[in-house]
């Protein structure tokens, strides 16, 4: 299993090397979306992005400025996948307004512009991110937050990206990821600073 972990974590790792710091992304279109996966990784669909959020957003309605979300934060999700060695169920990332009145979320969500995530880790995923956590020095080993900063500068080094992150980690084995958005998105405000809330 290891052997097989460092295969997929060596095609992993190529593929973020071919990917360019200072490199444009390309228009987000419905035709052009997902970025491709880690080998032997599931892709992320639409499906995924809309998940519980189906009546308000059906996959097949979404517009470009919509699927923005979803091409920004998919590098980030295959990250983590790769950091806990295994795909995780994604139960919700984009919510358009209504949707996200209905399940009550906050009213400044990240989610309500699509960039936010949130995913069902089991506890074993959990712990290997709270390991990789503890091992970049952001939390110590009573898992307190010590260093958001570091958890950022792991995925900015990984995914040769310039942006601010967030990552919420429940003992529930709810994972919430987040990231700053292009300046004039609508229903996103920009961030400011990397974030970290560990609660194992
Ligand atoms: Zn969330």
Redesign the pocket.
Known sequence: MNTLWGILGGGFLAYLLSRKKDESPPAPSPASVPAPPAPGMRPLTLDDYVRGCEAEAPSGSLDKATLAGFRALTPYVYLIWQVVRGEAHVR?WYRPPACNARRGGASR?R?LAGY???MDFTPAQTAALVDKLQSLGAIDSRKRVIAPSRWGDFVRSSLGIDENVGLKIYASGNI?I?IGCPPGTPLCDPRTSDWLVVDV
């Open positions: 919700g969500s989610h936010a995530v949130d919430h987040d």
